[in-house]
């Protein structure tokens, strides 16, 4: 059944009856053989009919809503990098107006916004906000943005990123030290809506020590290059240990320092990346709560409590997977403490990167959530959702109840 109900028909009678009058009018003057005339019949019929199918038509395309239209009201744009731009629903710092209304179309109001610098700003739908100087777009707002869509994005985000990675309320930026471009994310808003804002960085950003360490972090997480692109061997074994020794020196400086860790220089499966990140903000608010991140981590060593680290080789329809147990010893300011960790990592297009990571300790958060003594020898089970699902929930589950 079509649900089309035109709210508005043109009124195109006196046309019809024009083309219509035409048609008979040439039928009548004609003096041919009532053989001729069936052909003028079948001709009034045609038009007829095609001026109906026309004024159809004209309705269908008001109603019907443009490209640009379509985009109205977005609540997950599209945003992306591109040679070191930062676009948000393809439009850019420094854009020209009409770039933005061939991508959002005419329908927009027209305000001026006192103390601002723009010459007036383009709004659309009352959550889209374009502020305009000198023709140019200088200022890009979104409002209330999918969270969820945008933090799941921001995870994913490879590039220069400030902030954490969790769900909490708190502002995140992606920049772009080519062009200057920054996004900022922050629900310090009214309802605690996501808001997205585009401009240019101010001068001094660089010297905040969130953006220093950031950038630290982003230069310093060098690609761990299997020794044959096309399959993974031992001989991969010490690129291996230097990439879990690394995750676990960053892994717990993250939890004990509140520092930041890029996952994604070491972790491909987003489910085992998202797991980890929970992992990590839980185990940082709880020392926090106990006020304990002040005895912050000084180093992560392997291998100095009397037990080497082992490594172990398995083929697979899949390439092969390495095996590793590194005895970890956590030194912090005061005191220090071991955690045996395990970690199963593969060859993916050329590069190492983890796909299981188990801490077998007492009380380590993999020991409470995951369970007690598990043997680590699936390399796919990140890819289970029916697991990943459960252990998701356990999670949630953990976190309410220390909480």
């Not at 991508?103 to 927009?108: C, L, V």
């Not at 709004?123 to 869509?149: A, G, H, S, T």
């Not at 005191?335 to 299981?356: A, H």
Request: net charge negative; glycine share 6%.
């Amino acid at each position: 059944m079509n649900d089309f109900i035109p709210p508005k028909i043109k009124n195109l009678t006196e046309s019809k009856k024009r083309v219509i009058q035409n048609v008979e009018s040439a039928i009548e003057n004609n003096s041919g053989s009532v053989k001729n005339k069936w052909r003028y019949v079948v001709i009034a019929t045609i038009l007829t009919m095609s001026l109906m199918i026309f004024v159809l038509n004209e309705v269908r395309t008001e109603n019907v809503p443009s490209t640009a239209e379509q985009h109205i009201g977005l609540s997950q744009p599209a945003i992306s990098n591109e040679q070191g731009m930062l676009y948000l629903q393809g439009i850019t710092l420094g854009d020209p107006q009409s770039q933005v209304i061939k991508i959002f179309g005419e329908n927009y109001t027209k305000e001026h916004e006192d103390g601002s610098g723009s010459d007036y700003v383009m709004v659309y739908e009352d959550n889209m906000r374009f502020y305009i100087y000198q023709d140019k777009v200088e200022l890009i707002i979104f409002m209330k943005v999918d969270k969820n869509y945008f933090y799941k994005l921001f995870n994913n985000y490879d590039g220069f990123k400030v902030g954490s990675s969790d769900l909490g309320d708190h502002d995140r930026f992606i920049y772009s030290k080519e062009t200057n471009h920054i996004l900022k994310a922050t629900t310090s808003v009214p309802n605690k809506d996501l808001y997205l804002y585009l401009t240019y960085a101010a001068p001094e950003i660089m010297e905040n020590p969130d953006f220093i360490e950031a950038e630290r972090i982003l230069q310093d997480s060098p690609e761990y290059v299997a020794k044959n692109e096309e399959e993974l061997s031992i001989l991969d074994s010490e690129a291996a240990y230097e990439m879990c020794k690394r995750v676990l020196t960053d892994y717990y400086k993250a939890v004990w320092n509140g520092s930041d860790i890029e996952l994604g220089a070491f972790i491909d499966n987003e489910n085992l990346k998202q797991y980890t990140q929970k992992k990590i903000q839980y185990q940082f608010d709880m020392y926090s709560t106990n006020d304990l991140t002040d005895d912050s981590v000084k180093s992560v060593d392997i291998g100095t409590r009397g037990a080497d680290w082992e490594v172990e080789y398995t083929d697979d329809a899949d390439g092969g997977v390495l095996y590793l147990k590194l005895p970890t010893e956590i030194k912090n300011i005061v005191g220090s403490y071991g955690e045996p960790t395990e970690f199963l990592v593969r060859n993916v297009n050329g590069k190492l990167v983890i796909v299981d990571w188990y801490t077998d300790a007492k009380d380590s958060y993999d020991f409470m959530v995951r369970g007690e003594n598990l043997t680590i020898d699936n390399p796919n089970i990140w890819n289970d959702s029916e697991w990943v699902n459960k252990l998701n929930s356990k999670q949630i589950e953990f976190s309410g109840s220390i909480r």
